[in-house]
């Protein structure tokens, strides 16, 4: 199951990005947003990189204006973690993946006063990623992140958006990635301070895990970054079963 996971989570940084090989890494880019979570690379699985190989990996990011970072589940290259570090590559996170298959969700309330609807107009989606992008520390969201948001709609990507029932002010938001061999992605569940520890983040994450498996889902992933977030997925059904680690070259 794992291998289906890193296959699919290729395919999903790929999409609507720019694609790059360098060695054994496939690196994408998001040419509208230098945010280091959106450009990455994934190793090839058993990938034995050499000196040439991280050469042109960060060649690949620094000529784009890019921090040269990778995400991927370790077990599917180990050979790789020892040569980036010998390389000047850090380790920046190594968070848990967590999976949710059809059945095993958690029911949670929408807290009172919230309404979770699917944002079906330019206004929505900007309130949508203007919750989110405040919830992560981001700047206010632009053009080109609502065209992509567009874009991500249109490719089958799920979103959700969380706000007041009664003066429609943005609360939070999230989103599942676009089905693709019965596996889905939730990610970027965001909520705003002042409407944070009112659960509105468990419903998000019910609702959207829910309609992936409704849209074909077998099993739908999430990585919690943190333990305060992994407590909340437990919560609705979500259950450790590997990691995801992160390495970054500043």
């Known amino acids: 199951m794992s291998q289906r996971i890193q296959e699919y989570m290729l395919a999903s940084a790929s999409h609507?990005?720019?694609?790059?090989?360098?060695?054994?890494f496939t690196v994408t880019i998001t040419g509208h947003d230098p945010n280091v979570y959106l450009n990455y690379a994934i190793p090839?699985?058993?990938?034995?990189?050499?000196?040439?190989?991280?050469?042109?990996?960060?060649?690949?990011?620094?000529?784009?204006?890019?921090?040269?970072?990778?995400?991927?589940?370790?077990?599917?290259?180990?050979?790789?973690?020892p040569a980036l570090l010998a390389a000047g590559f850090v380790v920046s996170d190594r968070l848990p993946l967590m999976e949710c298959p059809p059945g095993a969700e958690v029911d949670q309330p929408v807290p009172e006063g919230i309404e979770l609807v699917t944002p079906a107009s330019d206004e929505e989606l900007i309130g949508m990623l203007?919750?989110?992008?405040?919830?992560?520390?981001?700047?206010?969201?632009?053009?080109?992140?609502?065209?992509?948001?567009?874009?991500?709609?249109?490719?089958?990507?799920?979103?959700?958006?969380?706000?007041?029932?009664?003066?429609g002010e943005p609360a939070g938001g999230g989103v599942a990635v676009a089905v693709r061999d019965g596996i889905s992605?939730?990610?970027?569940?965001?909520?705003?301070?002042?409407?944070?520890?009112?659960?509105?983040?468990?419903?998000?994450?019910?609702?959207?895990?829910?309609?992936?498996?409704?849209?074909?889902?077998s099993l739908v992933?999430?990585?919690?970054?943190?333990?305060?977030?992994?407590?909340?997925?437990?919560?609705?059904?979500?259950?450790?079963?590997d990691s995801v680690l992160f390495l970054t070259k500043e």
Do not use: C, N, W
């Not at 990005?17 to 060695?23: M, P, T, Y």
């Not at 040439?52 to 050979?79: I, M, N, Q, W």
């Not at 992933?221 to 079963?241: H, K």
């Open 185 to 217: 992605e939730v990610a970027g569940i965001g909520v705003r301070q002042k409407y944070e520890r009112r659960g509105i983040g468990g419903a998000l994450t019910l609702q959207l895990t829910r309609t992936a498996h409704a849209a074909g889902a």
């Open 221 to 241: 992933y999430l990585t919690p970054a943190g333990d305060a977030q992994e407590r909340v997925y437990a919560r609705v059904g979500y259950r450790r079963t």
């Open 44 to 81: 090839d699985p058993g990938a034995m990189p050499g000196p040439d190989d991280v050469a042109a990996l960060v060649e690949a990011f620094t000529s784009r204006s890019r921090t040269p970072r990778l995400e991927y589940l370790p077990g599917h290259a180990p050979a790789v973690e």
């Open 16 to 24: 609507g990005r720019e694609v790059v090989r360098a060695g054994p």
């Open 130 to 167: 203007s919750a989110q992008h405040e919830a992560f520390g981001e700047p206010l969201p632009s053009a080109e992140h609502l065209a992509a948001a567009r874009s991500r709609s249109a490719a089958g990507q799920i979103a959700l958006f969380a706000r007041d029932a009664t003066s």
